[in-house]
């Protein structure tokens, strides 16, 4: 079983360098798919309420526990605050409802999905939530992001999350955040691949000491399955010449490369895949330089 190195976080924890992110996670196969990749030796779990599947993901979680496979306390349990939630009175009661449906009492790490406020969508009408409100239209609140962060360190104090992270921030974001915050995050996910290299926001987070985890690492790859325009107009980065250049060469898969490309700039990955195989080798990137 590969071994995955931990990233140490700002607060003293330390977060697997390598996950598996549930986002598209068939629900009828996700607790399967949960417990095998813990199986086989994945750590930590990347969830969302707007994915839909974090009762089968905490169901995978306790049948691994259940037969021994892993202990608690040895996962990295993440889920994130959709947008619809950022009213100050409604982040503790969300983030506990998520709790209750993964089975877990704290998150390793809970995240403000993007710093994007919408009107609230109570869960009991409509849950898992989504971009539109209950009319079908992108409405915004007014929830001041500062409300917001303060909600997450009362989280964070009262010990039902072990950390805070944030999403889809930018730099300015991340430096108004300072003159407010009572604890800087521990950690950022930001989409992040050889298209889009984000060196100098990477760079601001390590002068803070905020871990960086990118997302859709395979770049397009992740809107195949959307058949969105954007994967249809652009070159896969499976199939770039380079990429696949430096696969050959040391005998690993183009999506092996674009991991270790991460990994190897101290950004952590959480690669998603539906397939038992493809799951297995995207876990096998992880040597890290000392
Ligand atoms: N914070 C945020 O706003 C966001 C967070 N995320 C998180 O990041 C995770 C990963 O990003 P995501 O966008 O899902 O995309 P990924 O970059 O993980 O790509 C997933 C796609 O690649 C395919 N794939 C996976 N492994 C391989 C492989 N070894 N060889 C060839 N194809 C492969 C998958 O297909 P198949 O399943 O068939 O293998 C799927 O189509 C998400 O699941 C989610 O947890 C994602 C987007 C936004
Ligand atoms: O994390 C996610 C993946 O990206 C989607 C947008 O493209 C989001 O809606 C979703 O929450």
């Not at 409405?139 to 889809?168: F, R, V, W």
Request: glycine fraction near 6%.
């Amino acid at each position: 079983m590969p071994s995955v190195p931990n990233v140490k976080l700002n607060n003293g924890k330390e977060m697997p360098l390598v996950g598996f992110g549930l986002w598209k996670v068939n629900n009828d196969t996700c607790a399967d798919t949960v417990y095998n990749a813990i199986k086989v030796g994945y750590r930590l779990f990347d969830g969302a309420c707007d994915y839909g599947n974090e009762k089968e993901s905490g169901e995978g979680v306790a049948r691994a526990i259940k037969d021994g496979l892993v202990k608690r306390e040895e996962l990295f349990i993440v889920s994130k605050l959709w947008n619809s939630f950022h009213d100050k009175e409604q982040v503790k009661p969300i983030c506990k409802k998520q709790l209750a449906d993964w089975g877990v009492d704290y998150f390793d790490l809970y995240v403000i999905h993007f710093p994007i406020a919408l009107k609230y969508v109570d869960p009991k009408v409509r849950y898992p939530p989504s971009w539109q409100d209950a009319d079908g239209k992108i409405t915004p609140s007014k929830a001041p992001i500062q409300d917001t962060y303060a909600a997450m360190e009362e989280l964070y104090d009262d010990g039902l999350i072990k950390a805070i992270g944030i999403s889809n921030f930018n730099g300015a974001l991340i430096l108004d955040l300072e003159r407010y915050c009572k604890h800087v995050p521990q950690a950022l996910q930001i989409e992040h691949h050889p298209y889009l290299v984000q060196k100098d926001l990477v760079e601001l987070c390590k002068s803070r000491g905020i871990a960086v985890t990118a997302y859709s690492s395979f770049g397009p790859q992740s809107f195949v399955e959307l058949d969105m325009a954007s994967a249809k107009s652009t070159e896969l980065l499976f199939d770039n010449k380079t990429v696949k250049e430096i696969a050959e060469k040391h005998k690993k898969s183009p999506a092996q490369v674009l991991l270790r490309w991460a990994t190897q700039r101290e950004v952590a990955v959480i690669p998603k895949s539906n397939n038992k195989d493809r799951l297995a080798a995207n876990l096998d990137v992880s040597r890290y330089p000392s």
